[in-house]
Every structure is written in structure tokens, then in C-alpha cells.
Nanobody, 122 residues
């Protein structure tokens, strides 16, 4: 079992930036970030493998968000720039043991964190 702990959420004005962190208790194949706003389905945000340079983004965050990792710290980051009110959501870190399944599907991930709230005021 891998434990995931997110941090870094908070309240920020539109146009501002936040950086989320997710510390994993063990190594898996890849990590992802999802978000869920009230009354909406959980949405894919970004993903990264623990090896290699490939990163993956949801259409709504491309060009504004950047996912990165620190292998030595077992930590994945989500740098969020030019935040908009519609980015307001609970952000969840997720880990997957394999690369089977689409990168943006919830079912492709095996472990989930508790979430960290991001609120963007307009």
C-alpha cells in the first residue's frame, strides 16, 4: 500500500500561482493529479512517470500548469500559474502501479491522496 499526502492548497486571487506537493510513501510507475469541483466529476489534470521526460496534461490546464517530480524525495509537484476561478476544486494526487490504461482515467490509478483544496477568487 502506498500512502499519498498532498499539501500546498489555499486561497489565491485570479492570475496568481500555487504549487502543490504530493509525497509518496513508496515508489510506483507514475503519478497524476486530478481535481474535483462541487457537483462535478473528478477531472484529469496532469501525469508524469517516475522515469523519462514525458508529461501529460488535461486540455483545460495546458500552458498554465506544470507537473514535475523529485525522485530523491518521492515527491511530485504541480505548479499552477495564471489561475482562474474555474480552477477552484479539491486537488487529488494519485499513483499507478503500471502504464496500462489511459492516462486520464480514474480507474488507471491505484492509490489516492485525501486531497487539498484550491480556491481561486475572481
Amino acid at each position: 500500500q502506498v500512502q499519498l499526502v498532498e499539501s500546498g492548497g489555499g486561497l489565491v486571487q485570479a492570475g496568481g500561482s500555487l504549487r502543490l506537493s504530493c509525497v509518496a510513501s513508496g515508489r510506483t510507475f507514475a503519478m497524476g493529479w486530478f481535481r474535483q469541483a462541487p457537483g462535478k466529476e473528478r477531472e484529469f489534470v496532469a501525469a508524469i512517470k517516475w522515469s523519462g521526460d514525458n508529461t501529460y496534461y488535461g486540455d483545460s490546464v495546458k500552458g498554465r500548469f506544470t507537473i514535475s517530480r523529485d525522485n530523491a524525495k518521492n515527491t511530485v509537484y504541480l505548479q499552477m500559474n495564471r489561475l482562474k476561478a474555474e480552477d477552484t476544486a479539491n486537488y487529488y494526487c494519485a499513483a499507478r502501479k503500471t502504464w496500462l490504461g489511459s492516462v486520464d482515467l480514474l480507474g488507471s490509478y491505484d492509490y489516492w491522496g485525501q486531497g487539498t483544496q484550491v480556491t481561486v477568487s475572481s
